[in-house]
């Protein structure tokens, strides 16, 4: 018996000593993987400031370590992925991707990456799922519903875009991103009015945003709201003059650009003031953009307009621009109208009882066109003008008949026509169209 007690205690001291061992031995490989764990975790913040710094290969080397050491660290797989990403990698960048789904199933921003990855790969659709999920997993998060609007732009649903931002930007305040995106989309569907709103909320978060008072200049232009349109203008005017006194020395390619920019600013300008009644103001307007842009032909269209609107003294004036025009562009119908309108027009002024060869100057504007296009209505108009003017009543009321067939609802037809005798149109059916 004594023998037997000494076995059996012998017996659980070995046993004591095997728990003792296999505890100390989960220990070790405890501590050794919560080490590596926080290992991982340095590493990674490490490589999180290379990809700050756009130090791509070295932010890679970080997020390989750190996956060496702990396979199942998400963030580390995220970091790899936006570095893949960078690289235009799209498919490794989805493996690793998908990896950190599987052990994180719940992670907004895999999603979001996801859908990222899906999109620089032109799966549009696929993209648009991952953002959704993405937007369901973290609905507050406004990145996710930019993308899904901005997928849904790419997809040609501009409409369900807008009804995303909609939505979101009728319960929040919204950021100024989210504010320029949703204002670009109302442009896209024709809505200038709600773009200018968005535009305005906008601004009101960035009050000295060029970009944004730009936008918002162009909704309240299209929207017809040309005093406000042209209070945004000026302003970006005088930004663009500060702009220009502090670049002095800058690139003949930056000064280009600068130029085209301003140039569209004076023809805005110059069309709110044609918009209201104001054509000296336009006027000028309009000559401050030829100077800086007097290759756009038209901006010299335009300045013939406003000539042409302000009064018979500037007819000349009118007639040097729309020349312009037309020598820029010689493709331009309404250059040629105005060009040969203002001729016409020239000759009523000086009061002559023979309009001498400016009738057939006017013509020589139009039929050059007209052999191009024979088919258009406003030239065969514009050509009944010169041969009334040239004294050939039946010519130009055959030339007004032709475009009546071509353009039965050509209403400047139609009432010059209406004004004549019955026994003049009939006449007129023998006489040739081109006279």
Not at 191 to 217: G, H, I
Not at 252 to 257: A, F, I, N
Not at 312 to 340: G, H, K, M
Request: glycine share 4%; charged share 25%; with cysteine.
């Amino acid at each position: 018996m004594k023998r037997l007690l000494i076995f059996v205690a012998f017996v659980v001291a070995l046993a004591g000593c095997s728990n003792i061992k296999k505890i100390f031995h989960d220990e070790k490989v405890k501590n050794r993987r919560e080490w590596y764990q926080a290992r991982a975790k340095i590493i990674y913040g490490v490589g999180m400031e290379h990809l700050k710094a756009g130090s791509f290969d070295k932010a890679r080397s970080s997020a390989i370590e750190a996956i060496r050491l702990d396979p199942d660290y998400v963030p580390a797989r995220v970091l790899l992925a936006k570095v893949l990403l960078e690289d235009g990698d799209y498919a490794a960048a989805i493996e690793q991707l998908r990896r950190a789904e599987a052990i994180s199933p719940g992670d907004a921003e895999v999603a979001y990456l996801l859908g990222q990855a899906f999109e620089r790969r032109g799966q549009f659709a696929q993209a648009l799922k991952q953002y959704q999920k993405a937007r369901a997993l973290d609905p507050a998060k406004n990145a996710y519903i930019l993308a899904s609007a901005n997928v849904l732009v790419l997809m040609g649903k501009t409409k369900e875009a807008m009804e995303l931002l909609d939505l979101r930007l009728s319960r929040t305040v919204g950021n100024p991103a989210m504010l320029l995106f949703a204002g670009e989309i109302a442009m896209l569907n024709h809505l200038p009015e709600k773009a200018a709103d968005y535009f305005r909320r906008c601004l009101d978060q960035q009050p000295n945003s060029l970009t944004v008072r730009e936008s918002l200049a162009k909704a309240e232009f299209f929207a017809h709201h040309y005093a406000d349109a042209l209070t945004h203008l000026k302003v970006i005017d005088q930004q663009i003059r500060k702009m220009e006194s502090s670049k002095q020395s800058e690139s003949e390619t930056y000064q280009s650009l600068h130029c085209e920019k301003k140039s569209w600013v004076y023809l805005m300008m110059g069309d709110c003031y044609m918009a209201m009644n104001q054509p000296w103001r336009a006027r000028r307007s309009y000559e401050k953009a030829c100077q800086i842009a007097p290759n756009d032909w038209q901006i010299w269209l335009n300045l013939a307009k406003a000539n042409i609107a302000i009064g018979p003294d500037y007819l000349q004036d009118a007639i040097i621009s729309a020349r312009r025009a037309l020598a820029l562009n010689d493709q331009s119908i309404e250059a040629a109208v105005i060009l040969a309108n203002a001729l016409l027009h020239r000759w009523n002024n000086l009061g002559q009882a023979k309009p001498a060869s400016i009738w057939q100057d006017a013509m020589e504007v139009i039929v050059p066109l007209m052999r191009k296009h024979p088919d258009d209505p406003i030239l065969w108009c514009m050509l009944g003008r010169c041969y009334d003017v040239g004294g050939f009543p039946r010519k130009a009321t055959a030339c007004y008949l032709s475009a009546l067939r071509i353009d039965p609802n050509n209403s400047l037809a139609k009432s010059i026509l209406s004004k004549r005798t019955i026994p003049a149109i009939q006449n007129s059916t023998s006489a040739t169209n081109g006279g």
